[in-house]
């Protein structure tokens, strides 16, 4: 069973910076692709990024490009979600997620049903 431990998440000022990690155990890393997800309360659980699992393919929701970055190392069976220049709007609680399957397309890589595998998120919150 693949396990999903994210690490990170705090207070920040707008601004500023994070960077959010996500150990796995239980399984082969290098054969999932990875997401990073978030959610605040009352509404849907929101795509941030995706990354592929050899790294090489990356795909971004609108609201993160230009700021968010996501990276892997296989070595460390860890994903990163490197976020920048953070807004009050990005407060939300983050969720790493692992997908048992070929890469695919954006429109399916962000959605959470593309993934099997679920972290227990990690509280990020930035004041104004």
Known sequence: QVQLVESGGGLVQTGGSLRLSCAASGGTFSTYAMGWFRQVPGKEREFVA???RSG???????????????SRDNAKNTVYLQMNSMKPEDTAVYYCAGRNGIWRPAQIMGVTTAYDY????TQVTVSS
């Open 118 to 121: 679920w972290g227990q998120g």
């Open 50 to 52: 995706a990354i592929s």
């Open 56 to 70: 090489g393919a990356t795909y971004y929701g609108d609201s993160v490009k230009g700021r968010f970055t996501i």
